[in-house]
């Protein structure tokens, strides 16, 4: 009998923000001790190394942040991010001349960045897992002596996702959606090393593939999202259909879970929807919660500014001192979460789970794309003005329309990516591209 504690595969992630860590830490349970291996400070990474991994992180965050700064900040911005811009679709045509952000990449790797990291996961010929690109070049370029899989973390991705020659590279890509399948193609990657097997969400929010708590999650949360029961009373059969038979009340308040990136962008976001909610909040008929990570300084921020506005416990800042412990916390705050409010991140996939989305605004052509897909899909709507969000969120709220982008998500966007991706991991089954 197979064990099923052996590990299976390396999981590496990079800390560039949030994104690419929480697309690996539902894998983890593959890894060995379930641990996830960082690229970016591992122990003993050489200081080379590091220093071209911080220099990396270091551009990502300025940009974050440095587009808030009136007039000169949109357009420094802008210069910048068409090096990530990503490509209109159509007309369709070949894009896969490598780009200058591939270039660069491989100019680093060509000297030696990243050969100390494969040649420590050399040492257990594990297949890689990883949720970043670079690892992946990283490992073909070193000859590494196994599989390599990418989780593409994104509905559309930049040029820079792919190798210089994609045509005769052997990485194997693992796709969210049909948005970042059919954009990979276009890059040069061949059908065969492209597998749609959907984003990767927690296991803890899903259950087993049959999927029984989010199939409990949803019922609680489509009571709070159609108070007048306008979207129950429409579409009763086929909420009975795959939700059965609703409870008579929900387990827990109306709750709007608020995410800041992890650049820390758009956290005045955050205050202003309190304020607009603060009488709401202080009536118990809403709850929020303020989702900020792992920095310290963050906490501090939202404690200090809401302190004396006697909300009774009606807002929650959720932060953890690990990146492990701050998910284990966000994935069991989604459990009671009945409108994600974030900037359109990898947290785009989450409304697979039956979470609505608000859109915050987006920072970059990859956030660009990534709300495309919310939209297209009918899981997401743009913000309107955070200082009147009283008004505008109950005229949705009232309407039924989160309750039908809710229940949307459940049905149309793939759930069962992690046990899909393990499924291709230990060969039980190859999924079609």
Same mark, same amino acid.
């Given at each position: ?14 800390d ?27 122990? %003993?990474?050489?200081?080379? #190394? ?55 990449? $491989?100019?680093?790797?060509q ?15 594990l ?13 073909e ?45 276009? $890059? ?5 090393n492209?597998? @749609? ?28 999202? #159609?108070?007048?029961?306008? $979207? ?24 709007? @879970? ?12 955050a ?15 809403i709850?929020?919660?303020i ?58 996939? $989450?409304? %697979? ?23 297209h899909?009918?899981? %997401? ?8 969000t ?44």
């Open positions: 009998m197979e064990n099923s504690n052996k590990p299976k595969a390396w999981i590496i992630a990079a560039m923000g949030y994104g690419h860590q929480r697309t690996a830490f539902p894998l983890k349970d593959l890894a060995p001790e379930q641990k996830i291996v960082n690229a970016n400070h591992y122990a %003993g990474i050489p200081k080379k #190394d590091r220093n071209i991994w911080k220099s990396t992180r270091s551009i990502y965050e300025f940009i974050s942040k440095f587009k808030k700064i009136p007039l000169l900040g949109n357009f420094v911005f802008d210069v910048l991010d068409r090096f990530q811009k990503i490509m209109n679709y159509y007309p369709k045509r070949d894009l896969s001349s490598p780009n200058l952000g591939v270039k660069s990449n $491989y100019h680093f790797i000297k030696g960045w990243g050969k100390d990291l494969i040649n420590r996961l050399e040492e257990n010929h297949p890689i897992i990883t949720t970043f690109f670079t690892p992946a070049f990283m490992a370029y070193f000859n590494y002596n196994n599989e390599i899989y990418c989780v593409v973390c994104d509905a559309d991705i930049n040029r820079a996702w792919v190798p210089l020659n994609p045509k005769s590279s052997k990485i194997k890509y693992l796709a969210p959606c049909t948005w970042a399948r059919d954009r990979l193609k276009l $890059y040069g990657v061949k059908s065969e492209i597998f @749609l097997t959907g984003y990767p969400l927690p296991k803890e929010n899903l259950g087993t593939e049959k999927l029984e708590i989010v199939k409990e999650d949803m019922s609680y949360r489509i009571l709070n999202l #159609d108070p007048q029961k306008r $979207y129950q009373d429409l579409y009763k059969p086929l909420i009975k259909n795959y939700l059965g038979n609703l409870p008579e009340k929900s387990d827990h308040p109306l709750t709007i @879970l608020f995410s800041i990136g992890g650049a820390g962008a758009q956290k005045e976001i205050l202003d929807i309190i304020n607009s909610l603060k009488e709401k909040i202080k009536l118990k008929e709850k929020v919660i989702s900020v990570g792992v920095r310290d300084e963050m906490r501090k921020y939202y404690e200090d500014r809401i302190s004396d506005l006697k909300l009774d416990g009606g807002v929650y800042i959720l932060s953890g001192i690990t990146i492990d412990e701050y998910f284990d916390k966000f994935n069991k705050a989604l459990r009671k979460t009945d409108i994600l409010w974030t900037k359109p991140s990898e947290l785009s996939f $989450y409304a %697979g789970l039956g979470i609505p989305v608000i859109v915050a605004p987006t920072i970059g052509s990859q956030e660009d794309f990534n709300k495309r897909w919310l939209l899909v009918g899981v %997401g709507v743009s913000q309107e003005d955070p200082k009147y009283a008004e505008w969120f109950y005229d949705m709220l009232n309407s039924g329309n989160f309750a039908e982008m809710a229940m949307q998500g459940f049905l149309e966007i793939e759930k069962k990516g992690v046990f899909n991706i393990e499924k291709i991991i230990t060969g039980k089954y190859k999924l079609k591209n």
